[in-house]
């Protein structure tokens, strides 16, 4: 029983608390015998049930204008609102899946595969009917059991003693028996012996027409899962055969491990969540974490606080109206980060089968199961969620889109649906690809397609505005977008990509960088006065960035033979290390090897090229580590107009997997060390 009786002092001084966020309570006599009626008529599992009835008989024996009363009343109502047992039936037709994926998303081929292969794995499970085996002497009774269970969908066979049971079990192990006591040949606690040796995952029932304390405690003792004497109830056999078939149900993994997408904002992360929804035939809840701050929040308030409500997961399950919802918990790794309390004892527990099954929200304070509920967490960055998380989430990334992926995009999907949601149609607008080219690179920075999606439909409600204020006699006459008309409906464009400049200078290297929003190209500069041996770092640099330069600085200082430069040049100077737009804070050790070539440019006066990008984690002997973020650091640069890329030797597994659309004009060179990076980044001596 989880219900916990309060004694009357501390319920009176609680319920004075929550007294003014309580509603008035309704005229008591009726409403109360409709209550009654409600939990007595509703389908609610055997401890919900008890739990209402014990609220219900606490309700009745309370002043009416007591606002405890009125507390009583909202946490009945609540608990009669949830769907205790309502579950959609999941539709598992895999290629009507895959249709629909496919009418939602351009590309995203690798991740729709994923998803289909995670729903086959679900259809087979679920296609393996589970199975039960009655064991009685008594032919009446083991063909009404076996009738009623079939019934239920199981598949049953019977066995008349336990010799038979043992036989049918060596062909196929039933995962349910449900077995007699007194039998000839082998006995029910015979049986369960044998069973609990040879098949330890078969739970076993045990039912007995001499039921006394004694024989009951000796099948428990002896592993029976459950004890019923005869007559049989049927209704607490039946509910014993689902409770016991869903934690196996569990334990077979059929519900994990839980999806997590990462990426980027905007790069469809939501839509194929809510995709995967409808090829289920699932209701879909998207529930953003961000700005979550408390346990409260998602686990509710005890009913001791004022106001005490219940937390989000149930508050969502309830408005469904089912238990088997795909829910999305959008940006995971946000709340983990901001959280006051424990965030990740409680996503552990409301992630995984195992504990999911006995959620307890704080205000219900009885166990709520949670296990059908497809869980879909997303994050900006899978590395900024805690080990444990990662441990039972399977990650699929979602990557950046390229210029010409965003424009197919917004072509085959973003413009007709924002055209349709503003009464527009395709008769009226015609989006020419130089107003597409323009409407990506003009007005939005991003990785994804959030910005454009936005831009779109502010074209859309300003064409839709001027259709309506002119009444346009050429109405039939489609407004043409091209970058003429884009300029004028949105203003000057925006953005102008950050350009890597032309002309070689001295002291200043570009680099690459990749962060939750996408890839960026930054620069670094570096200067030397007279001074004493000091190494200035600015431009909001993480800890990690700071000992790269430091670093990339030892490094060069003892090897600067080996660079023709003056051994003893610290010893005099000062060296500063810019990292402009301090206003982005910058960190991660990808940078090291450009600080190196922007250190070796300024010591040896042979000036960087500009229109190469180098990036490459720098230890202190010169060798070179791989970096990450490929894709996205590759499509910053050649939307920066950078021609030539070095990279780490050891990052081209990742490279060669990079579609030719994304390494299109551009040429990466491989380098094991660090000289090798310098020798193609600065100009070559006499050139
Ligand atoms: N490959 C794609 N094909 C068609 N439409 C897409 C594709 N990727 C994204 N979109 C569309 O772009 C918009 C933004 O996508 P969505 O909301 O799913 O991104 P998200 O990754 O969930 O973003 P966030 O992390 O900000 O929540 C949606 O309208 C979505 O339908």
């Keep these: 029983m989880f219900f916990k009786k309060k004694t009357p002092s501390t319920e009176q001084s609680e319920a004075c608390e929550s007294a003014s966020a309580e509603q008035p309570a309704p005229e008591m006599p009726g409403y109360l015998q409709e209550l009654r009626d409600r939990i007595t008529a509703q389908d609610l599992p055997a401890m919900v049930r008890e739990t209402a009835q014990l609220e219900w008989e606490r309700l009745t024996g309370m002043d009416r204008s007591a606002p405890e009363s009125g507390i009583s009343i909202n946490y009945l109502e609540f608990l009669l609102s949830l769907p205790w047992k309502a579950v959609t039936r999941d539709n598992l037709d895999l290629n009507r899946a895959a249709t629909i994926l496919k009418s939602r998303h351009l590309g995203l081929d690798a991740i729709h595969e994923r998803i289909l292969e995670f729903l086959a794995v679900k259809t087979l499970i679920g296609r393996q ?5 009655v064991v009685d002497d008594e032919e009446i009774a083991r063909t009404n059991l076996a009738y009623v269970l079939e019934k239920d969908g199981y598949d049953v066979s019977m066995a008349q003693n336990g010799l038979e049971a043992v036989y049918y079990m060596d062909k196929q192990p039933a995962d349910i028996v449900i077995t007699d006591l007194k039998m000839e040949r082998m006995d029910g606690i015979q049986l369960l012996g044998t069973i609990r040796k040879q098949w330890p995952d078969t739970s076993v029932i045990m039912i007995t027409g001499y039921a006394t304390v004694d024989t009951a405690v000796t099948a428990l003792q002896k592993g029976a899962d459950h004890y019923l004497s005869k007559p049989v109830n049927l209704t607490k056999l039946r509910e014993q055969v689902r409770t016991l078939m869903e934690a196996r149900e569990r334990a077979s993994h059929l519900h994990g491990p839980v999806l997590c997408f990462t990426g980027p904002p905007g790069t469809g992360k939501t839509s194929i969540g809510r995709a995967i929804a409808e090829a289920l ?31 989000r997961i149930l508050l969502e399950i309830q408005k469904v109206g089912v238990r088997n919802p795909v829910i999305m918990l959008d940006e995971m790794d946000k709340t983990i980060q901001d959280f006051r309390g424990d965030a990740v004892s409680v996503f552990l527990e409301v992630l995984d089968p195992e504990q999911n099954a006995s959620f307890v929200d704080h205000y219900l304070d009885i166990p709520f199961d949670l296990s059908q509920v497809m869980f879909i967490a997303t994050a900006n960055m899978a590395e900024n ?37 503003h009464g527009l149609t395709t008769q009226d607008v015609r989006l020419t690809d130089e107003g597409v080219r323009s409407l990506i690179r003009g007005y939005t920075r991003e990785a994804g397609l959030r910005g454009l999606e936005r831009k779109i439909a502010d074209v859309c409600r300003k064409i839709a505005r001027q259709r309506v204020d002119r009444q346009e006699a050429d109405s039939n006459v489609p407004v043409v977008l091209d970058e003429e008309r884009i300029i004028a409906l949105l203003g000057a464009p925006l953005f102008t990509q950050t350009r890597a400049l032309s002309a070689p200078r001295v002291g200043m290297a570009t680099g690459l960088v990749w962060t939750a929003t996408g890839g960026e190209i930054i620069f670094v500069e570096v200067a030397r006065m007279k001074g004493s041996k000091q190494l200035l770092l600015t431009g909001s640099l993480g800890d990690v960035l700071r000992e790269s330069a430091q670093a990339a600085l030892s490094y060069l200082r003892s090897n600067a033979a080996m660079y ?37 440019s300024l010591l040896t006066g042979r000036a960087v090229r500009q229109d190469v990008a180098v990036s490459g984690e720098l230890t202190l002997l010169g060798d070179v580590l791989p970096v990450g973020g490929i894709r996205e650091k590759v499509l910053a640069a050649s939307q920066a107009g950078i021609r030539q890329l070095v990279f780490p030797r050891k990052n081209k597994a990742e490279i060669e997997a990079l579609d030719a659309d994304v390494v299109q004009d551009l040429e990466i060179v491989l380098a094991d060390e660090v000289g090798e990076f310098a020798k193609v980044a600065l100009v070559q001596e006499g050139s």
């Design 129 to 133: 009917r589970p199975t039960i085996l």
């Design 564 to 600: 023709h430069i003056d051994p003893g040049f610290f010893d005099v100077s000062d060296i500063h290390i810019h990292l402009p737009s301090g206003g982005v804070s910058k960190d991660g050790p990808s940078a090291g090897v450009t600080i190196f070539v922007a250190l070796l």
């Design 385 to 421: 969620l805690p080990a444990p998380l990662l441990d039972r989430m399977e990650v699929i990334e979602f990557s950046s889109y390229t210029y010409r992926e965003k424009e197919a995009i917004a072509r085959q999907f973003l413009v007709p649906a924002q055209l349709k949601r």
């Design 281 to 311: 035939e699932r209701k879909f809840v998207r529930f953003s974490l961000a700005g979550l701050k408390d346990e409260a929040e998602l686990r509710g308030h005890r009913r001791t606080y004022v106001g005490a409500m219940a937390g």
